[in-house]
């Protein structure tokens, strides 16, 4: 993990991001899964470039505050390169396996709501007082502050139409929905009525999507890393759910050669969509895919 970081903070890459999970998904297994901010701190000590994100980090699975005062103190020791991926969870497997109940949509999505309120006090006056239905803090203090002035972005994840796009338009500097062409139209479309009701500039939010990526220089080369995925995937997952996400994955729009996924970027690009997150489920063990979406992908997009 460490040595895929270094490879993504010497190259064209952006940013790089972790998951905020506490088993694996879509199922439950005995594989390893690194703590989310723990990786945080990791990453911000051995790179120099590259911002270090979370897709996303789970509201209900910290106190806000306590939250927060990570997130900052990560920002220090990366040199103010923290990204704060936020949402209100949805794996109610982890959550009861962890004794955190499973609370409604409503209360999940309130409790989203209220922490980012207190996140942003703390990073932007080093002090949080909030009495909230979900979360109560008095006077606390948080010191350090980011280094990034304002406090860290916030990335408000999830395409729920009548309050998470709502949170979103009120709070975050960068939304992540469904990226299919159909549904990210329908979801800016949404935020944007959010941003009108709530008076907040729509244009400003920065609109991106996550993509599994199954990139090949031929066709038969994708073929070949499809069934690459599916073996992989074979011994962790039930007959079901394997036939499920083997689907998920070979009807990805970013599966093809690079010719073919350039062109599906930028059609997306023309939606609204400038910031894209890339998963390679095959980089822990061939970094292939990575270095060719590396030199055959990215510089074609940097043309605007």
Excluded at 207 to 212: A, I, K, L, M
Aim: hydrophobic share 40%.
């Amino acid at each position: 993990m460490r040595d895929l970081a270094l490879a993504a903070d010497a190259g064209p890459f952006e940013s790089i991001w972790v998951y905020d999970h506490f088993h694996t998904t879509p199922v439950p297994t005995d594989e390893a899964t690194h703590e989310a901010w723990t990786l945080m701190a990791a990453f911000a000590a051995v790179t120099e470039r590259v911002r270090l994100g979370q897709m996303c980090t789970c509201m209900g699975y910290r106190n806000p505050a306590y939250l927060a005062k990570v997130a900052a103190s990560i920002d220090v020791i990366s040199g103010g390169r923290v990204e704060m991926g936020i949402g209100g969870g949805w794996y109610e497997h982890e959550w009861r396996a962890y004794g955190y109940g499973f609370p409604s949509a409503g209360e999940r999505l309130g409790m989203l709501d209220e922490g980012v309120q207190i996140m942003r006090q703390l990073w932007s006056t080093g002090t949080a007082t909030l009495d909230g239905t979900y979360y109560q803090v008095d006077g606390a203090i948080g010191q350090p502050r980011p280094l990034q002035e304002g406090g860290l972005p916030l990335w408000i994840a999830g395409g729920g139409e009548k309050k998470t796009l709502r949170i979103a338009a009120k709070y975050a500097q960068y939304t992540n929905f469904d990226a299919t062409p159909e549904a990210f139209a329908h979801k800016s479309a949404i935020l944007a009525q959010h941003c009108k009701d709530v008076g907040t500039d729509f244009d400003a939010i920065t609109r991106s999507g996550n993509f599994n990526v199954i990139i090949g220089e031929t066709e038969q080369d994708v073929a070949d890393k499809l069934a690459w995925v599916r073996t992989h995937l074979e011994p962790l997952l039930p007959a079901a759910e394997l036939e499920r996400v083997s689907a998920q994955y070979a009807s990805g729009p970013l599966v093809g050669t690079p010719e073919q996924i350039v062109e599906r970027l930028r059609h997306s690009r023309t939606l609204g969509l400038t910031y894209a997150i890339t998963y390679f489920l095959d980089a822990a063990y061939d970094r292939g895919s990575i270095d060719l979406f590396a030199k055959r992908v990215i510089p074609e997009l940097l043309d605007v």
